[in-house]
């Protein structure tokens, strides 16, 4: 799944437009913003009376960091126009299930970026 959804939101030109860093776990130190970091906060697999039936339900957080509002909040809502609702492939729909707005701690004000997370929900066939 990790890879299909990389895949799937690099190849947006919406996305393409704002960023070309969209990276799992952390953003590497020295890249500019704007920037897209995901996060598998769960992964549940589905099952049936005769064991797994091949579909995941799987919540990843999508943190877009910029160095200004504006930017982050740019970048957040072509993720989720690209995102919201999607199905195809081996994505069998994603849904929002939420979203927060933020700003990175630190001490120096001019580093710390601004970020709009927000957590879909994923499912997937395997």
């Known amino acids: 799944m990790e890879r299909q ?3 799937l939101l690099e190849a947006d030109p919406a996305i393409a437009a704002i960023t070309a860093h969209i990276n799992w776990g952390a953003h590497p130190t020295g890249l500019p913003w704007p920037a897209a970091v995901l996060t598998v906060i769960s992964d549940t697999q589905g099952y049936t009376l005769d064991g797994p039936d091949g579909l995941s339900a799987i919540r990843v957080q999508i943190d877009c960091y910029a160095a200004t509002y504006d930017a982050a909040k740019d970048l957040s ?3 989720r126009a690209k995102l919201s609702g999607y199905s ?3 994505f069998q729909g994603v849904f929002l299930a939420g979203l927060r707005d933020g700003r990175e701690g630190g001490t ?3 580093d710390r970026p ?3 997370s927000m957590d879909f929900m994923v499912h ?3």
């Open 5 to 7: 959804l990389r895949a």
């Open 77 to 79: 809502r072509a993720i």
């Open 88 to 90: 195809g492939g081996q």
């Open 108 to 110: 120096n004000e001019a």
């Open 114 to 116: 601004f970020r709009v």
């Open 124 to 126: 997937f066939t395997h």
